[in-house]
């Protein structure tokens, strides 16, 4: 076990010429993490209109930043009389969107919807209020909130006499009832010299306020115990049989249900990823090793999440010294390697049980097959091959359960992270006044 604050990565020669000297995971190695870091790879789109309080914006940047956002900018025509495009862009990495004439498509704004995962206005001033309320797309950022389905949330700055008015307070309780987050303001003094409310709430706050509202508590207080990347099944000391597999899916997963309140121990194949903040990664190479870590987890689990490419066959006798390369033909004996998701599926007192299947045809089909056979609640298909599904940062999901199916259109693979923990949430509460039986186990198994 590594110590809490150590390295959880060792140097070792790695089995590819390629890799060799790379840093490396290896397992099994059981590393703790720090508290939960919410908005680290998720897409904050900020807005900035014209106002004094415009230069904390740079600084909310920063921090965002900091704290492993993706952040993009669209300004005010007014902004732009407070603080400068050139540095937002300098501290994003991103091109600054000031008005109409930097959507050189016609179509970026759209594709700024899009992308954003939430949108937060800082600061958002009288008037750009009166625009979201009355759904008004006359300037470029009222047109991408108006054409986002993300979340939006709102820091108002403005004089404390502007911020009492009843136009504003209508406009505000408008916001809120269509679900907008107002953030703020706070009291204080103003730049005009009164004191009261109007100040912008300071970026440290803002930037808690949005990683909170990344937060949930559809899982909390489960226990999730989920797989991913490949398995290594050594052929000889400097050759494996392996699956494709990035593990992108399956980190992705951990940080969705960390994020839904979940307490997550990640069992994880060698992969060249970070381990999702405030979640336990279990380090493993092999399925053997693999079938093992997972089945001390089970005591306690609530939810068991098999997305990792777990090699069919192993070789039977693997040689112990290097296979010499010989001219002529040679055979190896394989041995099938024990199904960890239906070991699971199998167990007396076992939890929920999710599993993949990657398909290159007869998705449905196949995924239906696979559910029944293994006796689990929920398969999530995908097909592959062809670019799709493998070491892509998007994908798409077909779920399959006893009485439904749901089509998870192509995303981003944190987005159908989201979605999956979601629909998985949903499954649970209502199975979770009805245990799964052994009957139910037999009904359902091959």
């Known amino acids: 076990m590594i110590p809490p604050g150590k390295p959880n990565h060792v140097t070792l020669a790695c089995r590819c010429k390629a890799g060799r000297g790379r840093p490396f995971p290896v397992g099994p190695v059981l590393v703790h993490f720090p508290a939960m870091n919410n908005l ?67 179509m970026d704004h759209i594709e700024l919807a899009r992308w954003a995962d939430r949108i937060l ?24 909130c108006l054409a986002s389905e993300a979340p939006l949330m709102v820091a108002p700055a403005m004089n404390r006499a502007m911020w009492r008015h009843a136009a504003t307070r209508d406009n505000v309780e408008l916001l809120r009832r269509r679900g907008v987050q107002i953030c703020g303001p706070a009291d204080g003094e103003q730049a005009c010299g009164e004191v009261g409310p109007g100040r912008m709430l300071e970026p440290q706050v803002l930037a808690q306020s949005l990683s909170d509202a990344f937060s949930s508590a559809l899982l909390g207080g489960l226990k999730v115990v989920i797989t991913a990347g490949p398995t290594r099944e050594p052929l000889d000391p400097v050759r494996f049989l392996s699956n494709r597999s990035s593990g992108k899916m399956g980190y ?63 070789p039977a006798r693997p040689a112990q010294q290097k296979i010499k390369k010989q ?79 749901c089509w998870l259109p192509k995303e981003s693979k944190t987005r159908l992270a989201h979605q999956l923990i979601e629909r998985v949430a ?14 139910y186990h037999a009904k359902h198994s091959a």
């Open 40 to 106: 680290s790879q998720k897409r904050i789109l900020l807005g900035v209109c014209g106002g004094v309080a415009a230069y904390k914006s740079a600084e909310l940047v920063r921090r965002l930043r900091a704290d492993g956002a993706l952040v993009r900018v669209v300004m005010t025509a007014a902004a732009s009389e407070f603080i400068t495009a050139r540095t937002f862009q300098a501290l994003t990495g991103e091109p600054v969107f000031s008005g109409w004439s930097d959507d050189r498509t016609g």
């Open 121 to 144: 206005i800082a600061p958002a001033t009288a008037d750009s209020l009166a625009r979201l309320a009355h759904g008004r797309a006359d300037d470029l950022l009222a047109a991408v």
């Open 252 to 314: 992705a997963i951990a940080r969705a249900a960390r994020e839904a309140g979940a307490s997550v121990e990640l069992v994880s194949g060698p992969v060249l990823l970070d381990a999702p903040p405030g979640v336990q990664r279990i380090m493993v190479e092999s399925g053997r090793e693999m079938l093992a870590a997972v089945l001390e987890r089970m005591t306690d689990c609530d939810l068991f999440i098999a997305t990792a490419a777990v090699a069919d066959y192993r």
């Open 327 to 405: 001219a002529a033909d040679t055979s190896l004996q394989l041995e099938p390697v024990t199904d960890i998701l239906a070991t699971v599926a199998a167990l007396d007192h076992r939890p929920f049980c999710v599993g993949f299947a990657a398909e290159t045809e007869q998705l449905e089909q196949y995924a239906q097959k696979k559910r029944l056979h293994k006796g689990v609640e929920l398969i999530a298909a995908n097909r592959v091959g062809n670019g799709r599904g493998f070491e892509s940062d998007d994908n798409e999901l077909l779920l399959v359960w006893e009485g439904g199916t």
């Open 426 to 439: 949903s499954l649970y509460a209502q199975r979770s006044n009805q245990p799964i039986s052994s009957e």
